[in-house]
C-alpha cells in the first residue's frame, strides 16, 4: 500500500508541482491568518499579531523546499534547472554545439543505417501470421552448403496430404534475377513485372487476407481449371489499376494470356523471399500455359517448399517425422509418374526454422553488413574520443565556474550532472540529425545491393528495434563521451578552493618528460589503434576488389554486348525457333561495327539458372552424382570467338553440327582433367548417367577450351564446363536466347540501336533487352564493391577523427606549456628543439597507439578472412601501409601545433606570466 | 508560560498522528491540539510541521483533504489512514516500552543493583 502511495504522491508531484506550490501557499495562508486571529484575540494588536504569526512560522520557503523533499520530487525540478543551465551553456558555445551535434549525427546515422538494413534483412520476422511456426523444408546436403534446397511437386503435395505438419506451402519465383519477368504488356512495349507461382494454399497457411477480393485456394491449384485466377500485390494495384474499386474480375494479360485477378493482397506483402517482392502470384497450375511449357512443368518445377509448423513442434520434432515420411516415400508409395522424384528422397529432409522468411540477398549479404556494422561502431568510438576531449577541454574553461559552485556547497555529483546533462542534450540531439540521416542513408544502402540483374525490395520501418538500437546507441555513446571529462572536471573543481584559483593551473601540468600518461592520451592511443584497424581493413577490402577487378575472367568482356531475346509472343512456331535464331545471328553479325555474333542459352556471369548434365566419371563411377554434375552450355558457331576464349585444342562447333548429325561437344580444360584423362581429348565420346539421364547420347568431344568465369570473378575456375551445339539442344528450343555481340572497337553499348532494328525487320513480335557485359561483371561484384567502399569510406573518416584528436591534444598541451617553451627559447632553445620537444610526446603516443593497433588487426583481421579474395588476413604488405599512411596523417596533425609552438614569442610570454 | 522542552528527533511525527486520531485537523489544528494536548510544554517551529505532514502523507501514512474550516474558510484536513493507524500504535507501544525502561533505569535506588 505505502508503495503505491507513494508513486501516486509522486506523480501527483510530477504533474501537478504548480497546484501542489499554490495549495502549500493557501494552507500556510491560512495558518498565519488563524493565529494572528488568535493573537489579536489574546489582546496584541493586529500589526505586532501579524509580525508575530510569521516570525513563529519561520521560513516559507525553506519549508516549501523541505515539503518538496518530502514528496520525493525535488529532484525533478533541480533537473529542471540543470536542463535549463546546461541548454545556456550550448547557446553560448554554438561552434562547439554545431562540431559534436553535426559529428555524432554522422556516426550515429551511418550506425543507425546500417542496423535498419540488418534489421531489415536479417532480424525482422515475415508480416505474416506467427512467423514463428514457420519453417522450410531443406536437406542435409542443402544445409551443409548453406544452399537453398527445392522439391518437386508430388513430393510436397504427399506431405501436404500425409498432415505431420499444420500446413505446406510451395512458391517459386518465375526466375531468380530479372532475366524472366512477366510482361503484362498487351502488345507493344513490354510493361516487365516479378512474378510468382504459389501452391493453393500459400497465402491462407501465411494467415494473409486478401485487401480486395480473396486470395487464392486449393481449388485455383487444380489441373482441371481451365480458367486462370491470379492476385495481384497491392502496389500493382495501385500502380497499374490506379486503386480501381472494380478490380475484382478484371483481366489482366500476362505473357499476353488472359488472367482473371481474384484478389488484391495487403500492403506491405512482400511473399516470404526477404529482398524480394512480387507483383502478381498465380498458381502452380497456371505455369504451363502462361510458359508456353508442356504439361508436366507442374510436376517437375522446381519449388520452394515452406511449412506451418504445428503447435508447439519444434523443427528437430518436425525432421524427425518427415525423415520417416520420406523413408516411406523412397520406398515406393510416390505416384509411379514422377521419374525425378526419387533423387530428392535420397538426400535427408531438413526442417530449418524460417520465422524471418528466406532470403538468397541474406545470404550473401550477411556477412559484409555485420563486419560494415562494427567497422560503423569503432568509428563511432573514435569519435567519441574526440567530443569526449572536447568536452573536457570546454570542463576545464569553466573551471572557475564549478569551483565557484563548489565553494557554496554544490555537491560534486550535482556538477558531473550538470556536465552529464550537457552531453546527453548534444546526443540527443545527434541522434536526431543521426535518424533523419539514417533514413536516407538505408535507402541509398538499399540500391547498392541492387544491381543490373537483381532488384532490390527490402522494407525499412523505422520499428522498434531500431529505435531501441538508436537510443541504447546514443546513451551508450552519452556515457562515453561525457562521463569521463565530467568526472575529470569536477575532482579538479572540488579540488581547487576558491582561494588557492588564482595561481594553480587546472589539471597539473607539471611534468616535463614525454612518457609520464596524462589524461587524453589514453584516447589519443585508442583513436590511432582502431584507426589503424579499420584503414588496414580497409585496405584488405580495397586490395580484395583490385584482385577481382583485374583477374583474368577467360574471356574479354569489355567489347561484349548481350542480346536477350524473347520469342515468346512471336508468331514462330516453336519448331522453327532454331532457324529463326539463326536468322538473327547472322542479320547481327552484318551490322556495321560488328565482329562476331553468336547464341547461346546463358552468358557467363549472369547466369541465375541453367542446364546440367550428369556426366559418367571413367575413374569412379560410383560417385555421387552431385559431383559429376556439370553445367551445360549451348552455343551456336563462333561463341567463343565473341569472347575472345581462345581454343586449347580441337576445332569450333560449326555448321556440319546440324540437328541429326552426330552429337558433339565442346568442353572446357577442367573437364578434360575431370572425366576424360586421357593424352588426346579431342575425339573421346563422354558419356551420360543411363539413369538420371536416359535420353542423353553419348558426344564426342571436339575441341577444347580454357577455363573461364561462369558466374562470379571470385569462384573457383576449376569447374568443369560442357558447350553442346545449339542445333543439336533438343526438340524445341526455348522461347528466351541470348545472343552476344562483339563490336569491332568501342562501347559495344552503342551497337543496341541498330541490332534492334535488325531484329525487328526480321520478326516484329520479339523483345530484347540489352546488357553489357562489363556491366554484368561489375554487378557480380556489387558486394565486394559495397564493402570496399563503405569500409573505405569509414576508415577515412576515422583517420580523419583520429588525425583531429592528435591534433586537438597537441595544440591542448602546446597552449599549457607556453610559459615553459617560452623559458627555454628566452634561454637559448632553438625552434628545431621546440619542435622536437612537442612531436616527440605526439609520436610516441601514435606509435603506442600503432603497436596496439598492429596487434589488434592481426587478431581481428582473421575475422574477415571469408569476405577477401586473393590477399591473406595479415598481408604484410596490406598491414604496412595501412601503418604508413597512418603514421604520415598523426605527423601532419602534430607538426602543425608544434610549429605553432616553435614561433612563440619569449618576451610575450615572460611578461604575461 | 511554563517550562518549555525541544523535541527529540523523529517524535514530531507520532505527535501528528497522536493529534489526527482524534479526528480529522487542518495544520493549525493540528498545532494546537499538540500545544493543547501537552500543555504547552512541547514548542514546534510552527512552519515545520508541515513538511512532516506531507512526508507522513507522501508514506501514504495520513490522507488529506481539502475542506470547510470552523470559520468558514477553505482548509486542508489530515486524518489517519488504515496504515497509519497501525504506525501510531506500533510506535505508541515502543516510546511507552522506552519511557517505562528509562524510567526504571532512573528510578533505580542503588541498593536495587
Known amino acids: ?913 | 508560560v511554563g517550562t518549555t522542552t525541544e523535541l527529540l528527533q523523529g517524535t514530531l511525527d507520532l505527535l501528528i498522528l497522536k493529534a489526527i486520531s482524534l479526528g480529522p485537523l487542518h495544520g493549525y489544528g493540528v498545532l494546537l491540539r499538540i500545544q493543547q494536548i501537552s500543555r504547552d510544554t512541547l514548542q514546534i517551529q510552527q512552519g515545520s510541521l508541515y513538511p512532516a505532514l506531507y512526508r507522513l502523507e507522501h508514506q501514504g501514512i495520513i490522507g488529506s483533504e481539502w475542506g470547510v474550516s470552523d470559520n468558514h474558510r477553505r482548509a486542508k484536513f489530515y486524518r489517519l489512514t488504515a496504515a497509519g493507524r497501525r504506525r501510531l500504535r506500533d510506535e505508541a507501544d515502543y516510546w511507552k516500552r522506552l519511557s517505562d525502561a528509562i524510567g526504571l533505569v532512573l528510578a533505580a535506588a542503588p541498593e536495587d543493583v
Open chain 1, 1 to 913: 500500500v505505502t508503495f503505491v502511495a507513494r508513486c501516486m504522491s509522486f506523480l501527483r508531484g510530477l504533474f501537478f508541482a504548480r497546484r501542489q506550490d499554490r495549495e502549500m501557499d493557501e494552507e500556510w495562508r491560512f495558518h498565519v491568518d488563524a493565529r494572528i486571529e488568535a493573537l489579536v484575540a489574546s489582546g496584541r494588536t493586529r500589526t505586532e499579531a501579524q509580525r508575530l504569526a510569521h516570525r513563529e512560522f519561520g521560513d516559507p520557503l525553506r519549508w516549501k523546499e523541505q515539503g518538496r523533499e518530502a514528496r520525493g520530487f525535488r529532484w525533478i525540478q533541480d533537473l529542471d534547472s540543470d536542463l535549463r543551465h546546461a541548454l545556456r551553456q550550448l547557446r553560448h558555445t554554438p561552434a562547439f554545439a554545431v562540431v559534436t551535434i553535426s559529428t555524432l549525427g554522422l556516426v550515429i546515422g551511418a550506425n543507425t543505417a546500417l542496423f535498419s538494413v540488418v534489421n531489415g534483412l536479417l532480424l525482422r520476422p515475415l508480416p505474416v501470421a506467427e512467423p514463428e511456426r514457420l519453417a522450410m523444408l531443406s536437406s542435409a546436403s542443402a544445409v551443409a552448403q548453406r544452399s537453398q534446397a527445392t522439391w518437386p511437386r508430388p513430393i510436397w503435395r504427399q506431405l501436404e496430404e500425409d498432415g505431420l505438419v499444420e500446413n505446406v506451402l510451395a512458391w517459386s519465383g518465375i526466375d531468380r534475377g530479372a532475366q524472366r519477368r512477366f510482361d503484362l504488356g498487351e502488345g507493344g512495349e513490354a510493361q516487365p513485372a516479378d512474378g510468382l507461382f504459389v501452391s493453393g494454399g500459400f497465402f491462407d497457411a501465411l494467415g494473409v487476407r486478401a485487401a480486395r477480393g480473396r486470395v487464392l485456394r486449393a481449388s485455383d491449384d487444380d489441373r482441371a481449371q481451365d480458367a486462370l485466377v491470379g492476385v495481384i500485390s497491392h502496389d500493382l494495384w495501385q500502380r497499374r489499376f490506379a486503386s480501381a474499386d472494380d478490380i475484382v474480375g478484371r483481366t489482366i494479360h500476362v505473357e499476353r494470356i488472359p488472367v482473371a485477378i481474384v484478389g488484391v493482397l495487403p500492403p506491405g506483402f512482400f511473399g516470404v523471399d526477404v529482398g524480394r517482392s512480387f507483383d502478381i502470384a498465380l498458381p502452380f497450375a497456371a505455369g504451363p500455359a502462361v510458359l508456353r511449357a508442356p504439361d508436366d512443368w507442374i510436376e517437375q518445377a522446381s519449388a520452394s517448399v515452406m511449412l506451418r509448423l504445428k503447435p508447439g513442434q519444434s523443427p528437430a520434432t518436425a525432421t524427425q517425422l518427415l525423415r520417416g515420411v520420406q523413408a516411406r516415400l523412397a520406398a515406393g508409395s510416390l505416384p509411379a509418374d514422377c521419374a525425378i522424384c526419387e533423387r530428392f528422397l535420397t538426400d535427408p529432409f531438413t526442417v530449418v526454422s524460417a520465422g524471418v522468411g528466406v532470403s538468397e540477398l541474406r545470404a550473401q549479404y550477411q556477412q559484409p553488413l555485420i563486419t560494415v556494422l562494427i567497422i560503423a561502431a569503432l568509428v563511432l568510438l573514435v569519435a567519441c574520443v574526440n567530443i569526449a576531449n572536447l568536452v573536457h577541454a570546454r570542463g576545464l574553461a569553466r573551471w572557475h565556474e564549478m569551483s565557484v559552485r563548489t565553494a557554496i556547497g554544490a555537491p560534486r555529483w550535482r556538477l558531473v550532472r550538470v556536465m552529464l546533462i550537457e552531453s546527453a542534450l548534444l546526443a540527443g540531439a545527434g541522434a536526431v540529425a543521426g535518424l533523419v540521416l539514417a533514413m536516407w542513408l538505408s535507402r541509398s544502402l538499399i540500391g547498392h545491393l541492387a544491381t543490373i540483374n537483381t532488384r532490390v525490395v527490402l522494407d525499412l520501418p523505422l520499428d522498434w528495434r531500431v529505435l531501441v538500437f538508436a537510443i541504447a546507441l546514443t546513451g551508450a555513446t552519452t556515457a562515453l563521451f561525457g562521463m569521463l571529462p565530467a568526472l575529470r572536471t569536477t575532482r579538479v573543481a572540488s579540488a581547487l578552493t576558491l582561494r588557492r584559483v588564482a595561481s594553480v593551473q587546472p589539471d597539473g601540468a607539471t611534468s616535463r618528460r614525454a612518457w609520464r600518461v596524462r589524461p587524453g592520451d589514453g584516447g589519443v592511443i585508442l583513436q590511432v589503434a582502431l584507426s589503424l584497424v579499420l584503414i588496414a581493413a580497409a585496405a584488405l577490402f580495397l586490395r580484395t576488389f583490385e584482385r577481382l577487378v583485374t583477374r583474368p575472367l577467360g574471356f574479354d568482356s569489355d567489347r561484349v554486348l548481350v542480346v536477350q531475346v524473347n520469342a515468346a509472343r512471336s508468331q514462330i512456331q516453336p519448331a522453327a525457333r532454331l532457324a529463326l535464331y539463326e536468322r538473327l545471328v547472322e542479320a547481327v553479325a552484318a551490322l556495321p561495327g560488328v565482329e562476331r555474333a553468336a547464341a547461346s542459352r546463358i552468358t557467363p556471369v549472369s547466369v541465375t539458372s541453367m542446364d546440367a548434365s550428369i556426366v559418367d566419371a571413367p575413374d569412379d563411377p560410383e560417385s555421387p552424382f552431385q559431383d559429376r554434375l556439370v553445367p551445360t552450355n549451348h552455343v551456336t558457331p563462333g561463341w567463343f570467338a565473341a569472347y575472345d576464349s581462345p581454343f586449347l585444342a580441337g576445332r569450333d562447333i560449326d555448321v556440319r553440327d546440324a540437328y541429326g548429325a552426330p552429337p558433339v561437344a565442346v568442353v572446357n580444360q577442367a573437364f578434360v582433367e575431370r572425366f576424360v584423362r586421357a593424352p588426346d581429348p579431342i575425339g573421346h565420346l563422354i558419356t551420360f548417367d543411363a539413369d538420371l539421364q536416359p535420353s542423353a547420347t553419348p558426344r564426342t568431344i571436339v575441341g577444347v577450351v580454357g577455363n573461364s568465369v561462369l558466374v562470379s570473378p571470385a569462384e573457383d575456375r576449376s569447374a568443369p564446363l560442357l558447350y553442346q551445339p545449339l542445333a543439336q539442344c533438343c526438340e524445341t528450343l526455348p522461347d528466351r536466347i541470348e545472343i552476344s555481340v562483339r563490336s569491332t572497337a568501342g562501347s559495344p553499348a552503342l551497337l543496341a540501336r541498330s541490332i534492334a532494328a535488325a531484329l525487328t525487320a526480321i520478326e516484329p513480335g520479339l523483345s530484347f533487352t540489352f546488357r553489357p557485359l562489363a556491366a554484368q561483371v561489375d554487378a557480380a561484384l556489387a558486394r565486394n564493391r559495397l564493402l570496399a567502399s563503405l569500409s573505405g569510406f569509414f576508415g577515412l573518416l576515422a583517420m580523419l577523427l583520429a588525425g583531429i584528436g592528435l591534433y586537438g591534444v597537441t595544440a591542448y598541451r602546446v597552449s599549457q606549456r607556453r610559459p615553459e617553451i617560452g623559458i627555454r627559447m628566452a634561454l637559448g632553445a632553438g625552434r628545431r628543439a621546440i619542435v622536437r620537444l612537442v612531436l616527440s610526446r605526439a609520436i610516441w603516443l601514435v606509435l603506442t597507439g600503432v603497436i596496439i593497433g598492429t596487434v589488434a588487426s592481426a587478431i581481428l583481421s582473421g575475422l574477415i578472412d571469408g569476405l577477401l579474395y586473393g590477399v591473406t588476413p595479415r598481408d604484410p604488405a596490406t598491414l604496412a601501409s595501412a601503418v604508413l599512411i597512418l603514421i604520415t596523417v598523426a605527423t601532419v596533425a602534430a607538426s602543425l601545433p608544434a610549429r605553432r609552438a616553435s614561433r612563440i614569442d619569449p618576451w610575450t610570454v615572460l611578461r604575461d606570466q
